[in-house]
């Protein structure tokens, strides 16, 4: 049975447990770097009931802008956007499957496989492209995305 992602955010602490040792999320959003990156995120950003900066989750606009500066600080991704009513999914629970997905590929000798010379596909990849781009990124795997949708195709083919 699949166990179910729970990102749990403990008084003082900085990391969020639930998230795989190597994704680059498992801390909190250092908002400042991420503006940086993509500087519109900046009219997202405010101070939460908690005394952190955030966002509103429940704006669109706010958690696409968010994805993108992920994707633009964390894997040099200059340019991501998704279609109007296409998913739009959190980049850190996807690092965490990709990130899970190579510990599977890991051989006996504890050596995690890098490069080209793996191959994947990705069935359904959506227009927002997101595991070809990690994966490719945090591993240098050769992704091929496959969809029926030629909206998220066109879209994945502009990512």
Not at 42 to 50: E, R
Request: glycine share 6%; proline share 6%; charged share 20%.
């Amino acid at each position: 049975m699949a166990k179910s992602l729970e990102l749990v955010y403990l008084a003082g602490m900085n990391e969020k447990t639930g998230l795989h040792p190597r994704n680059k999320h498992k801390s909190n959003y250092d908002f400042p770097e991420l503006v940086k990156s993509v500087p519109d995120l900046a009219k997202f950003v405010a101070v939460n009931k908690y005394g952190n900066d955030s966002i509103d989750f429940s704006n669109a606009t706010a958690v696409m802008t968010l994805n993108s500066a992920l994707l633009k600080h964390f894997y040099n991704i200059k340019s991501w956007n998704v279609p109007k009513n296409y998913l739009c999914p959190p980049i850190p629970g996807r690092a965490d499957y990709v990130h899970q997905i190579a510990d599977l590929l890991t051989g006996p000798d504890g050596k995690i496989p890098t490069g080209t010379q793996i191959k994947v596909l990705d069935v359904g990849v959506g227009a927002n492209c997101v595991y070809p781009l990690i994966a490719s990124r945090e591993y240098g795997w050769s992704i091929v995305g496959s969809d029926i949708d030629e909206v998220a195709v066109t879209n994945a083919e502009k990512i």
